[in-house]
């Protein structure tokens, strides 16, 4: 993967192989390039790992997620061995490389995420638009980190019922295409930043021809006029206590209404919003919910165009971000904290780990189109798993040949397709919830260490 800069710049194809030519309509190598120079993170001596090796080593590691970076390191150079004479080029150093990460540092990543990180879907993709709206979702979740005093310091670490949570955490926001589970942008924040400031901030990805999904716990009258005020549209869930003053009811049983500001000189001034309010159960006494009333509101007020039981199935699409958050933090990496111990590794980690979710995602849609299903009928796990042995033959491969080995990926990917989702739920528990263990304090962080060898401190005892 990596060579000196001089190797870089001599051969193109070597350059190719650096920046994942491979798979270079996903992220090009002139992306790379040009997110460096913006940063001026370009080396000025020969360095084993390069501004751009590093680079694609923290999306890399993010395929690796469950391996130490030394063996990230090996396999990314594994296919180009026949391109080293001497073998210690292929070796590097655990210190080695949290050097070059922290030359490096976070923007580069962060500008790398929101250069290549766009929707994916197209009309012709199934489940991906509704009404020719592209179907986009919010939502948020905590992400653990490695427990250190500067994690700690910089996002904080949340209370909990027997002290505070075992680990510090970040609060991630996510804007997510609800037919491709494509991150398309995110933030991080500390983990007691308000959901829906972050939630206001990646407004900036919004646009006209989206249809945005929201639970009621991000339900705000702000939010959703200035969700609007971007061109797009709202279909959301809103809170029990919420008292909309009808206006009218329509032909299908849905209501006009207008929601209002919460303050008081807003109201006076009669600023408002018109949206369409959908009120509805379940009957099946086995599904969460029976029962009990459920209510949308939705810009889209029209019942001929946008009838109210297609805009309640396209509501439950929003769990698809829940599955994507499960995809981004479970399946694709251990169950287990971020490896960065400072709040800038923090930031880079996690911003190479939603590129590299995206990178599957994209190969995913490809390989969705090739058998005409929803991307969401792929498997993640067995993708994240082809993809990975693919790597070594696109390194030992010409790049004419690359297009090739790219449609054989496809193909094994769209053998994986799932079937239907089946009908049914699972309670939300755990198998095993306390430890007898106590907790872990920050007396025990400077543990006192042993100051013999075992074998001196053995004492036979007649």
Request: aromatic letters at 6%.
């Amino acid at each position: 993967m990596p060579l000196m800069i001089r190797q870089i710049e001599a051969d193109e194809s070597v350059s190719a192989h650096l920046a994942l030519d491979a798979l270079g309509k996903i992220i090009p190598s002139t992306a790379l390039a040009e997110v460096i120079a913006q940063h001026g993170v370009q080396e000025e001596r020969d360095r084993k790992l390069p501004a751009i090796a590093t680079l694609v080593l923290c999306i890399a590691m993010n395929l690796y997620a469950h391996e130490a970076l030394p063996a990230v390191f090996r396999r990314l150079v594994a296919g180009l061995r026949w391109l080293w004479s001497d073998p210690s080029d292929l070796r590097v150093s655990k210190s080695a490389i949290s050097q070059a990460r922290y030359r490096l540092g976070a923007p580069v990543l962060v500008s790398l995420f929101h250069r290549v990180c766009q929707p994916l879907a197209t009309p012709d993709t199934p489940g991906a638009f509704l009404f020719g709206l592209r179907l986009m979702a919010f939502d948020g979740t905590m992400v653990n980190l490695a427990d250190t005093a500067a994690n700690v310091a910089a996002f904080g670490r949340r209370p909990a019922s027997r002290g505070t949570c075992a680990w510090p955490q970040a609060q991630l926001v996510a804007l997510c295409e609800s037919g491709t589970h494509a991150i398309c942008d995110a933030g991080l924040w500390p983990y007691n930043h308000d959901e829906e400031t972050g939630v206001r901030r990646l407004l900036r990805s919004v646009t006209s021809g989206m249809l945005v999904l929201s639970d009621m716990g991000l339900h705000s009258y702000d939010l959703l006029a200035a969700t609007l005020g971007r061109g797009a549209q709202i279909l959301n869930r809103v809170p029990s206590h919420l008292k909309p003053q009808v206006i009218t009811t329509l032909a299908d049983g849905t209501q006009l209404v207008q929601l209002r500001p919460s303050d008081g000189k807003r109201r006076r001034r009669g600023e408002h919003i018109v949206v369409r309010l959908i009120r509805y159960t379940l009957d099946d006494p086995c599904r969460v919910g029976h029962r009990q009333e459920h209510r949308l509101v939705t810009s889209l007020l029209d019942p001929a165009t946008a009838p109210a039981e297609e805009l309640i199935l396209a509501y439950h699409t929003r769990w698809e971000i829940e599955l994507t958050v499960d995809e981004l933090v479970i399946h694709q990496r251990p169950v287990l904290p971020l490896r960065s111990k400072l709040p800038v590794g923090v930031v880079q980690e996690l911003y190479g780990l939603l590129i590299a979710h995206y990178l599957v995602r994209a190969v995913m849609v490809d390989a969705a189109a090739t058998v005409s299903l929803a991307p969401t009928r792929m498997s993640f796990l067995e993708s994240l798993r082809l993809i990975r042995e693919a790597m070594p033959d696109f390194q030992r491969a010409a790049p004419a040949q690359h297009a090739l080995i790219y449609a054989a990926l496809l193909t094994d990917i769209a053998a994986t397709a799932l079937p239907p989702r089946a009908n049914r739920i699972n309670p939300r528990v755990v198998k095993q919830k306390l430890s007898n263990f106590p907790v872990k304090r920050p007396v025990h962080r400077g543990w006192p260490q042993p100051i013999k060898p075992f074998r001196d401190t053995i004492q036979m005892l007649n």
